[in-house]
């Protein structure tokens, strides 16, 4: 794309410096798309300073001060972990740039550092994961669980976890973590930890495949039918996210559930950047319409996913 | 016949001899600035003279890694467990003084001495033991991201502790607003290391001795040098060097993130190899890793100012903006040989 | 003088995997004296110095020193103990400068810091003391390796140590820095220093020892003052046979060229800016050419660019009278050029290949990766060339760096008659070659020549050349002086002679 | 005029000394396997057949390494030359986006599709690769910057093709059976990996590139010296190492039926490398092991098993990992294994003891 050299503070628009996290992700790629393409087509932006800190919270530091040194209007940060912005962040509050957190959130302590964050909440959509859970198997004497985490250590795998184990907990749901292994939000690593449990342990006693994300969820259903059982029927299967190749996977009867986080919010995103450059009065958290699917809603859903 | 005298002049010219071997280094500066100026052509702000202070802010855990493994490289090894040590450094310091509620003053020199303990047992199993270095400090590198991960799966706040608000407290040069700029603490202590490695390297014994055996492990045993005190040095050096990494990452984050880190051995050799010290050891100066790390902060730098690079094409340049770098070191550096040949 | 031994060694036994390199063997050495110790290649003498100076630890068998009974794990503590060596193969860091590599490990100080103004200046001073005059702050790599070697010494003599080692310094030198070390190691002596002394030229070693110690494969023959042993009795000992000396080997039949032939190899005007001044000389074939000259005159440079070794930026050569362009070693190895470089540990032999691997490699490289040499073919001519050149030990599964000296040498030389070049380049073929394998490797030129091989034979003993040559080439700085052909030029003074006038005259 | 000599030679030295060096990691990976057998039983090693394809826990993750062996199979090639390849991950990433996104531009079942596919990647691949060896040989850039650059901006190019997604392919193409199918029971990533090794093992064995490529990296100026084409056998090694990472890519994206660009097959250069250096074969250049190579990579694969198996969480993998690295390295090393039993062999005859300030093990 022809990048505007000008930029700089010109008075035909703003210019916003947006620190991505990385391209981890099919998720993540069209979450950056969205907002590349919103600031794009808005004319209100007059350029967008994209950065991929390829998920080194030392590189968004970085990035951070490149934009301030660079006096962009404001900044948007997609924060790979939640804690060690305090300095960076006040940088900025001293250069006068307003913060927007997109996506993940930061420590309660730094809450005033930022104006506002918009973004999923992780922790519900474990939650909403783990009521669906609870109800489906409500007649069951113990349900077998089988989760597949994300990278071991990143948030949305402890969150996404957390919240699913908070519900299951909470309601004294009676269930057994038959198995966890991290398949680092892969299909690799999703297919690899599946082969492997399949094959020394068979799928007998497990019930449900929690998969923190599609790609884990969808390598495992490779796994599944190829060790000659029905994903979705012999085992039930929920899968976070929501991308195409997840309700393809769902209209095909392959899984079960699917907890929405919906990485399209860059129109919503520039809507709040312009809000927030005039200093208007904004939410502290500006949630990301979410949803989550069950079977029969997935033919319905397909058509309108955007990634 | 009275006995004549041999005098033999060395094939290359004496007048550049003391140059040649700074002709790679002196290509690394020339190139670096040449980015410089092109990215003040190019970019608004870019004359900010903040910029090259915050390369030394972001950078200043790598530089002061890169040191430690500029000591290894030179010595003909290499360490790759310098970026889970520093994880781990940061982590410990984190759950001591957090969860174990012990003073930071206790826990940071406890972590500085555990660095360099581990460092010296990686040295003392490559020396004695004759294992290869790759090997030994790869385990390293799983060992600590292990060990890192098992102390705390989450992130970590320590901005409790005082002690580590001091690290980013800055000192002024000038006014920020007309052409001054600011440097944190943990800037100085990344200059610390630098020139005391510098001098370590090139007026010590220990120093010579660690070229020596990059030179050639055999001959520098043969000739007596103290070999097996210098492998296990330089690797207790590096170890050091990654869990100061680690304080100074402390430092700047306040707060510990057991991924940090990942892939950080990686920068820190190429910084070091891109700063004209050769893999194979011995010849190299700690001064070529300072502008190692430049070049590659500099690049990340023009790319956020570029600002309009897709993820995949941020790499693509980056990965061309090496690439010609390097080509241009290695004609400049060879033309540079040919002229003195 | 000699009262209390300072070294005692008795029933040292040392194995290698599949070599017992050393089996008891006994050597004693005393205050001041001078001790010589002889054999062939790869009887155990680096072996024996190594195995007392902490480089091995021996299998079997008691060290005393001074009457204690040690046992030093590393060269470093040796030389703590007072034993400064010189290790066969140059072992010196090529990376650091001349002045490091004197003082490595014992810099001057000021305070914990290396002063390098004093360490500059008390290396000029050291080298100009054996009459070596130098770039002290020039890396080592940038000096040939007899410099290197000479810089080894000074460096061992400087060490004050009540034992020196030297094995074979002299190997690479040339007569006038062997007086000179010679002198430096009597006035050493006369100060009380015991020295261990191997060579393989014998009228060193009865110039100066006063003892000395005879191995053959690895075992002890007998301790000798040298007054006592004549030299065809040692080296009877030595070899465990009668032989002829040296010295009966006559001087080779002058070969008698057809008029005018069309030189084999031509040069003219060759030349290598900083190497070698440009030059003419032509080849023929079954002649051989002796280069002539002082330590760093340019021979090995000369012989580089005729190998193809290195690029020449002036002149050109010619191959059969066609030009060649794009003149490389692999090239010249494709028209029958062979090489055998002066730096066998760096230039000739890959250390950790075998030894018949090693000795194929010129010839598999001229066939391609793609048509190997068929593995009966193969061993079938190893097995010849071990037999031929006797190379001990005589297993071609050895790597290379396993062999003695002398006999990786022997394989180096093997590398290139497997291909039976039409010219061979030999940069000194008989550094610390035995006396046996000398008069081996001589008569050997003298017979490929005769069977119509052009060689071109690099040595810094006069004599060799000599002996050899039908034409001698001069070089002086690095620049050829003058071809001597006449017969009556053939003498050591006559090019002693050509050196020092033509020199003086410009 | 050969004398007899009494000094005893070793006798059929090479083959013994190769089955020593392999006989350290042969342990360890039957340590491994016990384990495994331990915990769930004799079905871990035996196959069972299913679905027309050999199945079992140890047959898959036979089938999981192939893409590991192959790579490291080329690295073999690539270290011996006194080199590293760090670019081979990036090359697997983008050999997988070509492959899938040429399908996915095309007939999906169409055989010929698939097959060109498959070429355009693995030439890309060597393309890519013979441009590392062309850095490292021509232009005297250390291999590990060479293929550095290529290490960061491979993976780009391979976003760049798939634009940032995951294309995948349907799962009745053809293309999938590559990662998926099997020919008579035996699943061809298998069959690759078996093809692959023993064609790597004809042609430097029964040629003289092995050789040629130990003496280049034993020793390059010699190797110059001797006439070898020291140059084109470094850039054939590099071009064969991208080849066999394209490969490995492909294997990988057939068996998902997808191309991740962005982490596909990410670290596992430095698996790769490690599973070369537990085969045998060290950094230093020069001899190498292939066989070795190939237990190496049965090691890693059977240890990623082993902790699932053994039911340890994920934290735990990472230490796991650097155990057994440890364990293997110290049982290679013959001074650790001296080390170890001095205590049981005092009183040699013949040692005395030391009188000036020893060091802990004896000098190399
Ligand atoms: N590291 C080693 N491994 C195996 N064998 C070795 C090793 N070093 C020496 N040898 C063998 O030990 C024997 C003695 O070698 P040594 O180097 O002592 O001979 P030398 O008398 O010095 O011969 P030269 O005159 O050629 O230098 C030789 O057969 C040699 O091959
Ligand atoms: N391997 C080398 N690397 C760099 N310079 C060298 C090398 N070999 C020789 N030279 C240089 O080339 C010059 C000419 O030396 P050369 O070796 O050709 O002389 P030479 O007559 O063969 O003497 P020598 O007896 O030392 O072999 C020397 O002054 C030396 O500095
Ligand atoms: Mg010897
Ligand atoms: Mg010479």
Same mark, same amino acid.
């Given at each position: 794309?022809?990048?505007?050299?000008?930029?700089?503070?010109?008075?035909?628009?703003?210019?916003?410096?947006?620190?991505?996290?990385?391209?981890?992700?099919?998720?993540?790629?069209?979450?950056?798309?969205?907002?590349?393409?919103?600031?794009?087509?808005?004319?209100?932006?007059?350029?967008?300073?994209?950065?991929?800190?390829?998920?080194?919270?030392?590189?968004?530091?970085?990035?951070?001060?490149?934009?301030?040194?660079?006096?962009?209007?404001?900044?948007?940060?997609?924060?790979?972990?939640?804690?060690?912005?305090?300095?960076?962040?006040?940088?900025?509050?001293?250069?006068?740039?307003?913060?927007?957190?997109?996506?993940?959130?930061?420590?309660?302590?730094?809450?005033?550092?930022?104006?506002?964050?918009?973004?999923?909440?992780?922790?519900?959509?474990?939650?909403?994961?783990?009521?669906?859970?609870?109800?489906?198997?409500?007649?069951?004497?113990?349900?077998?669980?089988?989760?597949?985490?994300?990278?071991?250590?990143?948030?949305?795998?402890?969150?996404?976890?957390?919240?699913?184990?908070?519900?299951?907990?909470?309601?004294?749901?009676?269930?057994?973590?038959?198995?966890?292994?991290?398949?680092?939000?892969?299909?690799?690593?999703?297919?690899?930890?599946?082969?492997?449990?399949?094959?020394?342990?068979?799928?007998?006693?497990?019930?449900?495949?929690?998969?923190?994300?599609?790609?884990?969820?969808?390598?495992?259903?490779?796994?599944?039918?190829?060790?000659?059982?029905?994903?979705?029927?012999?085992?039930?299967?929920?899968?976070?996210?929501?991308?195409?190749?997840?309700?393809?996977?769902?209209?095909?009867?392959?899984?079960?559930?699917?907890?929405?986080?919906?990485?399209?919010?860059?129109?919503?995103?520039?809507?709040?950047?312009?809000?927030?450059?005039?200093?208007?009065?904004?939410?502290?958290?500006?949630?990301?319409?979410?949803?989550?699917?069950?079977?029969?809603?997935?033919?319905?859903?397909?058509?309108?996913?955007?990634? | 016949?009275?006995?004549?005298?041999?005098?033999?002049?060395?094939?290359?010219?004496?007048?550049?001899?003391?140059?040649?071997?700074?002709?790679?280094?002196?290509?690394?500066?020339?190139?670096?600035?040449?980015?410089?100026?092109?990215?003040?052509?190019?970019?608004?702000?870019?004359? @900010?003279?903040?910029?090259?202070?915050?390369?030394?802010?972001?950078?200043?855990?790598?530089?002061?890694?890169?040191?430690?493994?500029?000591?290894?490289?030179?010595?003909?090894?290499?360490?790759?467990?310098?970026?889970?040590?520093?994880?781990?450094?940061?982590?410990?310091?984190?759950?001591?003084?957090?969860?174990?509620?012990?003073?930071?003053?206790?826990?940071?020199?406890?972590?500085?001495?555990?660095?360099?303990?581990?460092?010296?047992?990686?040295?003392?199993?490559?020396?004695?033991?004759?294992?290869?270095?790759?090997?030994?400090?790869?385990?390293?590198?799983?060992?600590?991201?292990?060990?890192?991960?098992?102390?705390?799966?989450?992130?970590?706040?320590?901005?409790?502790?005082?002690?580590?608000?001091?690290?980013?407290?800055?000192?002024?040069?000038?006014?920020?607003?007309?052409?001054?700029?600011?440097?944190?603490?943990?800037?100085?202590?990344?200059?610390?290391?630098?020139?005391?490695?510098?001098?370590?390297?090139?007026?010590?014994?220990?120093?010579?001795?660690?070229?020596?055996?990059?030179?050639?492990?055999?001959?520098?045993?043969?000739?007596?040098?103290?070999?097996?005190?210098?492998?296990?040095?330089?690797?207790?050096?590096?170890?050091?060097?990654?869990?100061?990494?680690?304080?100074?990452?402390?430092?700047?984050?306040?707060?510990?993130?057991?991924?940090?880190?990942?892939?950080?051995?990686?920068?820190?050799?190429?910084?070091?190899?891109?700063?004209?010290?050769?893999?194979?050891?011995?010849?190299?100066?700690?001064?070529?890793?300072?502008?190692?790390?430049?070049?590659?902060?500099?690049?990340?730098?023009?790319?956020?100012?570029?600002?309009?690079?897709?993820?995949?094409?941020?790499?693509?340049?980056?990965?061309?903006?090496?690439?010609?770098?390097?080509?241009?070191?290695?004609?400049?550096?060879?033309?540079?040989?040919?002229?003195?040949? | 003088?000699?009262?209390?031994?300072?070294?005692?060694?008795?029933?040292?036994?040392?194995?290698?995997?599949?070599?017992?390199?050393?089996?008891?063997?006994?050597?004693?050495?005393?205050?001041?004296?001078?001790?010589?110790?002889? !054999?062939?290649?790869?009887?155990?003498?680096?072996?024996?110095?190594?195995?007392?100076?902490?480089?091995?630890?021996?299998?079997?068998?008691?060290?005393?020193?001074?009457?204690?009974?040690?046992?030093?794990?590393?060269? !470093?503590?040796?030389?703590? !103990? !007072?034993?400064?060596?010189?290790?066969?193969?140059?072992?010196?860091?090529?990376?650091?400068?001349?002045?490091?590599?004197?003082?490595?490990?014992?810099?001057?100080?000021?305070?914990?810091?290396?002063?390098?103004?004093?360490?500059?200046?008390?290396?000029?001073?050291?080298?100009?003391?054996?009459?070596?005059?130098?770039?002290?702050?020039?890396?080592?790599?940038?000096?040939?390796?007899?410099?290197?070697?000479?810089?080894?010494?000074?460096?061992?003599?400087?060490?004050?140590?009540?034992?020196?080692?030297?094995?074979?310094?002299?190997?690479?030198?040339?007569?006038?820095?062997?007086?000179?070390?010679?002198?430096?190691?009597?006035?050493?002596?006369?100060?009380?220093?015991?020295?261990?002394?191997?060579?393989?030229?014998?009228?060193?070693?009865?110039?100066?020892?006063?003892?000395?110690?005879?191995?053959?494969?690895?075992?002890?023959?007998?301790?000798?003052?040298?007054?006592?042993?004549?030299?065809?009795?040692?080296?009877?000992?030595?070899?465990?046979?009668?032989?002829?000396?040296?010295?009966?080997?006559?001087?080779?039949?002058?070969?008698?060229?057809?008029?005018?032939?069309?030189?084999?190899?031509?040069?003219?005007?060759?030349?290598?800016?900083?190497?070698?001044?440009?030059?003419?000389?032509?080849?023929?074939?079954?002649?051989?050419?002796?280069?002539?000259?002082?330590?760093?005159?340019?021979?090995?440079?000369?012989?580089?660019?005729?190998?193809?070794?290195?690029?020449?930026?002036?002149?050109?050569?010619?191959?059969?009278? *066609?030009?060649?362009?794009?003149?490389?070693?692999?090239?010249?190895?494709?028209?029958?050029?062979?090489?055998?470089?002066?730096?066998?540990?760096?230039?000739?032999?890959?250390?950790?290949?075998?030894?018949?691997?090693?000795?194929?490699?010129?010839?598999?490289?001229?066939?391609?990766?793609?048509?190997?040499?068929?593995?009966?073919?193969?061993?079938?001519?190893?097995?010849?060339?071990?037999?031929?050149?006797?190379?001990?030990?005589? @297993?071609?599964?050895?790597?290379?760096?396993?062999?003695?000296?002398?006999?990786?040498?022997?394989?180096?030389?093997?590398?290139?008659?497997?291909?039976?070049?039409?010219?061979?380049?030999?940069?000194?073929?008989?550094?610390?070659?035995?006396?046996?394998?000398?008069?081996?490797?001589?008569?050997?030129?003298?017979?490929?020549?005769?069977?119509?091989?052009?060689?071109?034979?690099?040595?810094?003993?006069?004599?060799?050349?000599?002996?050899?040559?039908?034409?001698?080439?001069?070089?002086?700085?690095?620049?050829?002086?003058?071809?001597?052909?006449?017969?009556?030029?053939?003498?050591?003074?006559?090019?002693?002679?050509?050196?020092?006038?033509?020199?003086?005259?410009? | 005029?050969?004398?007899?000599?009494?000094?005893?030679?070793?006798?059929?030295?090479?083959?013994?000394?190769?089955?020593? *060096?392999?006989?350290?990691?042969?342990?360890?990976?039957?340590?491994?396997?016990?384990?495994?057998?331990?915990?769930?039983?004799?079905?871990?090693?035996?196959?069972?057949?299913?679905?027309?394809?050999?199945?079992?826990?140890?047959?898959?993750?036979?089938?999981?390494?192939?893409?590991?062996?192959?790579?490291?199979?080329?690295?073999?090639?690539?270290?011996?030359?006194?080199?590293?390849?760090?670019?081979?991950?990036?090359?697997?990433?983008?050999?997988?986006?070509?492959?899938?996104?040429?399908?996915?531009?095309?007939?999906?079942?169409?055989?010929?599709?698939?097959?060109?596919?498959?070429?355009?990647?693995?030439?890309?691949?060597?393309?890519?690769?013979?441009?590392?060896?062309?850095?490292?040989?021509?232009?005297?850039?250390?291999?590990?910057?060479?293929?550095?650059?290529?290490?960061?901006?491979?993976?780009?190019?391979?976003?760049?093709?798939?634009?940032?997604?995951?294309?995948?392919?349907?799962?009745?193409?053809?293309?999938?059976?590559?990662?998926?199918?099997?020919?008579?029971?035996?699943?061809?990533?298998?069959?690759?990996?078996?093809?692959?090794?023993?064609?790597?093992?004809?042609?430097?064995?029964?040629?003289?590139?092995?050789?040629?490529?130990?003496?280049?990296?034993?020793?390059?100026?010699?190797?110059?010296?001797?006439?070898?084409?020291?140059?084109?056998?470094?850039?054939?090694?590099?071009?064969?190492?991208?080849?066999?990472?394209?490969?490995?890519?492909?294997?990988?994206?057939?068996?998902?039926?997808?191309?991740?660009?962005?982490?596909?097959?990410?670290?596992?250069?430095?698996?790769?490398?490690?599973?070369?250096?537990?085969?045998?074969?060290?950094?230093?250049?020069?001899?190498?092991?292939?066989?070795?190579?190939?237990?190496?990579?049965?090691?890693?694969?059977?240890?990623?098993?082993?902790?699932?198996?053994?039911?340890?969480?994920?934290?735990?993998?990472?230490?796991?990992?650097?155990?057994?690295?440890?364990?293997?390295?110290?049982?290679?090393?013959?001074?650790?294994?001296?080390?170890?039993?001095?205590?049981?062999?005092?009183?040699?005859?013949?040692?005395?003891?030391?009188?000036?300030?020893?060091?802990?093990?004896?000098?190399?």
């Amino acid at each position: 794309g022809g990048g505007d050299d000008e930029g700089g503070g010109g008075s035909d628009g703003l210019v916003v410096g947006f620190a991505q996290v990385g391209a981890e992700s099919a998720w993540r790629t069209a979450n950056s798309d969205s907002v590349r393409d919103s600031a794009d087509a808005d004319d209100r932006i007059a350029d967008l300073q994209f950065v991929d800190a390829q998920q080194q919270q030392e590189k968004q530091i970085e990035a951070i001060r490149n934009f301030i040194t660079q006096k962009v209007d404001v900044i948007v940060l997609a924060p790979v972990v939640e804690t060690g912005w305090t300095d960076v962040l006040t940088d900025a509050e001293q250069a006068g740039i307003p913060v927007i957190l997109a996506d993940r959130g930061i420590e309660e302590a730094d809450e005033d550092l930022y104006v506002t964050r918009i973004g999923s909440d992780f922790v519900e959509e474990g939650r909403k994961a783990g009521t669906w859970t609870v109800e489906e198997f409500a007649e069951n004497e113990t349900t077998g669980i089988l989760q597949l985490e994300g990278t071991v250590g990143s948030a949305p795998a402890n969150d996404r976890e957390a919240g699913f184990f908070e519900i299951l907990d909470g309601e004294d749901f009676s269930y057994e973590l038959v198995d966890s292994q991290s398949g680092d939000f892969t299909a690799e690593g999703g297919k690899a930890v599946m082969e492997t449990f399949i094959s020394t342990h068979g799928l007998e006693d497990i019930d449900l495949l929690y998969a923190h994300n599609d790609e884990m969820g969808l390598g495992a259903i490779q796994a599944i039918e190829e060790a000659g059982y029905e994903p979705g029927t012999d085992i039930q299967i929920i899968i976070v996210d929501g991308s195409k190749a997840g309700f393809q996977a769902g209209v095909d009867g392959k899984l079960n559930y699917i907890v929405e986080c919906n990485p399209v919010f860059g129109d919503q995103l520039m809507d709040l950047v312009v809000q927030v450059a005039d200093g208007a009065d904004v939410e502290k958290f500006t949630p990301v319409v979410e949803d989550a699917f069950g079977v029969d809603e997935f033919e319905a859903e397909l058509p309108n996913r955007q990634f | 016949m009275s006995s004549p005298t041999l005098t033999e002049r060395p094939t290359r010219s004496t007048l550049f001899d003391g140059l040649s071997r700074y002709i790679p280094i002196g290509a690394t500066v020339a190139l670096l600035a040449a980015m410089y100026l092109g990215g003040i052509a190019n970019y608004p702000n870019f004359d @900010n003279p903040q910029l090259i202070p915050d390369l030394f802010i972001g950078n200043a855990g790598l530089l002061i890694v890169a040191v430690g493994m500029t000591f290894v490289i030179l010595s003909g090894g290499i360490d790759l467990s310098v970026g889970s040590v520093m994880a781990f450094s940061t982590m410990a310091c984190a759950w001591l003084t957090v969860e174990a509620g012990l003073p930071a003053s206790i826990v940071v020199p406890a972590v500085l001495v555990f660095g360099v303990l581990s460092g010296a047992f990686t040295g003392a199993i490559i020396h004695y033991f004759n294992v290869q270095p790759f090997i030994a400090t790869l385990a390293g590198l799983f060992l600590y991201r292990g060990l890192t991960l098992q102390i705390s799966d989450h992130d970590m706040s320590i901005r409790d502790i005082d002690f580590f608000s001091w690290g980013m407290q800055r000192i002024e040069f000038g006014d920020p607003r007309d052409g001054g700029f600011s440097l944190p603490y943990i800037s100085f202590i990344a200059f610390g290391v630098v020139i005391l490695a510098f001098i370590v390297l090139h007026y010590t014994r220990f120093g010579r001795s660690v070229y020596a055996v990059g030179g050639s492990e055999q001959s520098a045993l043969l000739m007596g040098l103290p070999v097996a005190r210098t492998k296990v040095g330089v690797y207790a050096i590096s170890g050091f060097c990654a869990a100061l990494g680690g304080v100074v990452a402390a430092f700047y984050t306040k707060s510990a993130n057991p991924l940090a880190g990942v892939g950080l051995e990686l920068d820190a050799i190429a910084a070091v190899v891109v700063g004209g010290t050769l893999l194979t050891g011995g010849a190299g100066f700690v001064l070529g890793t300072v502008a190692g790390v430049m070049v590659m902060g500099m690049l990340t730098t023009i790319i956020a100012f570029q600002g309009n690079l897709s993820s995949w094409w941020a790499r693509i340049v980056v990965g061309v903006l090496l690439l010609a770098f390097i080509l241009l070191q290695r004609v400049l550096a060879r033309s540079g040989e040919k002229r003195k040949g | 003088m000699s009262d209390e031994p300072i070294v005692q060694m008795t029933g040292i036994t040392k194995d290698f995997t599949g070599v017992r390199a050393l089996d008891g063997v006994d050597f004693t050495l005393r205050p001041g004296e001078i001790h010589a110790i002889m !054999g062939e290649n790869g009887a155990g003498k680096s072996t024996l110095i190594k195995v007392l100076t902490g480089v091995h630890s021996p299998d079997a068998g008691r060290i005393l020193l001074d009457g204690e009974p040690v046992r030093f794990n590393s060269p !470093g503590h040796a030389q703590a !103990g !007072g034993i400064a060596t010189v290790y066969q193969e140059v072992n010196l860091t090529e990376n650091l400068s001349v002045a490091e590599n004197l003082f490595a490990g014992r810099e001057p100080r000021l305070g914990p810091f290396i002063n390098f103004r004093a360490m500059r200046r008390r290396a000029k001073a050291l080298l100009s003391d054996i009459g070596v005059d130098l770039n002290v702050a020039a890396p080592l790599s940038s000096y040939s390796i007899a410099t290197q070697q000479l810089v080894a010494i000074a460096r061992a003599v400087d060490i004050d140590a009540k034992v020196l080692i030297l094995d074979e310094p002299t190997s690479s030198l040339d007569r006038e820095e062997v007086a000179v070390l010679l002198r430096v190691m009597r006035s050493l002596a006369d100060s009380g220093c015991a020295m261990v002394f191997i060579s393989h030229f014998l009228d060193q070693v009865y110039e100066i020892c006063d003892r000395m110690t005879v191995l053959r494969n690895g075992t002890l023959v007998g301790e000798w003052a040298t007054a006592d042993l004549p030299e065809n009795e040692l080296i009877g000992h030595m070899l465990g046979r009668e032989v002829e000396t040296l010295d009966a080997l006559d001087r080779r039949r002058p070969h008698d060229r057809p008029a005018q032939s069309t030189p084999l190899v031509s040069a003219a005007g060759l030349g290598r800016k900083g190497a070698v001044a440009p030059f003419d000389l032509d080849i023929h074939e079954g002649e051989v050419i002796g280069l002539a000259g002082l330590l760093g005159s340019g021979r090995t440079e000369t012989a580089r660019l005729i190998a193809g070794a290195d690029r020449h930026d002036t002149g050109t050569i010619a191959f059969d009278g *066609r030009r060649i362009g794009g003149h490389s070693p692999r090239t010249a190895a494709a028209r029958g050029i062979g090489f055998c470089p002066e730096n066998r540990k760096t230039e000739g032999l890959v250390g950790d290949l075998t030894v018949a691997e090693n000795m194929i490699l010129a010839m598999q490289a001229s066939r391609g990766w793609a048509r190997a040499i068929p593995p009966a073919r193969r061993s079938e001519l190893v097995a010849e060339f071990i037999d031929k050149l006797d190379i001990r030990p005589a @297993n071609p599964d050895l790597p290379v760096r396993h062999l003695s000296g002398g006999n990786q040498q022997k394989v180096l030389l093997a590398r290139w008659m497997l291909i039976e070049p039409r010219l061979l380049i030999l940069d000194e073929p008989t550094r610390g070659i035995d006396v046996g394998a000398k008069a081996d490797i001589q008569r050997l030129v003298a017979e490929l020549s005769d069977a119509g091989m052009a060689v071109l034979f690099i040595s810094a003993e006069l004599d060799e050349v000599t002996r050899l040559s039908d034409r001698i080439a001069v070089l002086r700085d690095r620049e050829l002086i003058d071809i001597l052909h006449e017969e009556s030029d053939m003498t050591t003074d006559r090019i002693v002679d050509t050196i020092v006038t033509r020199g003086s005259a410009e | 005029m050969n004398l007899a000599s009494p000094v005893q030679t070793a006798g059929g030295g090479r083959a013994s000394a190769y089955f020593k *060096r392999l006989m350290w990691p042969l342990i360890v990976l039957a340590a491994l396997l016990i384990v495994n057998i331990a915990v769930t039983g004799f079905d871990f090693i035996v196959p069972s057949v299913h679905d027309g394809r050999l199945g079992g826990a140890f047959v898959n993750i036979l089938r999981r390494s192939a893409p590991l062996l192959l790579i490291a199979l080329g690295m073999t090639l690539v270290i011996a030359t006194k080199g590293i390849d760090l670019s081979v991950g990036a090359v697997y990433a983008i050999g997988a986006a070509i492959a899938c996104q040429y399908i996915l531009n095309g007939d999906q079942s169409a055989l010929g599709v698939v097959v060109t596919a498959v070429t355009l990647a693995l030439a890309i691949a060597a393309l890519i690769g013979a441009w590392n060896g062309a850095m490292v040989a021509y232009f005297g850039v250390q291999p590990i910057v060479a293929t550095l650059i290529l290490m960061i901006a491979g993976r780009g190019i391979a976003q760049l093709i798939t634009g940032g997604q995951i294309p995948s392919v349907a799962d009745d193409s053809p293309f999938v059976s590559i990662g998926r199918g099997a020919i008579a029971t035996v699943p061809v990533p298998i069959i690759i990996g078996v093809a692959v090794f023993a064609a790597l093992v004809l042609l430097t064995r029964t040629t003289a590139l092995g050789m040629l490529l130990e003496s280049v990296g034993g020793n390059p100026e010699a190797s110059r010296l001797a006439g070898i084409r020291a140059k084109g056998i470094t850039v054939l090694a590099y071009l064969i190492a991208g080849i066999c990472a394209g490969l490995a890519g492909i294997i990988g994206a057939a068996n998902l039926g997808s191309a991740d660009a962005n982490n596909g097959g990410l670290w596992i250069e430095l698996d790769a490398i490690l599973a070369v250096v537990i085969g045998g074969t060290t950094l230093l250049g020069g001899r190498f092991f292939l066989v070795g190579t190939t237990i190496g990579v049965a090691i890693i694969g059977t240890l990623e098993v082993t902790i699932i198996n053994v039911g340890l969480s994920s934290q735990w993998q990472f230490t796991a990992k650097a155990i057994v690295v440890f364990i293997v390295a110290m049982l290679q090393s013959p001074e650790f294994r001296a080390w170890i039993l001095r205590p049981f062999r005092t009183g040699r005859p013949g040692r005395t003891p030391a009188a000036h300030d020893p060091e802990k093990a004896p000098a190399k």
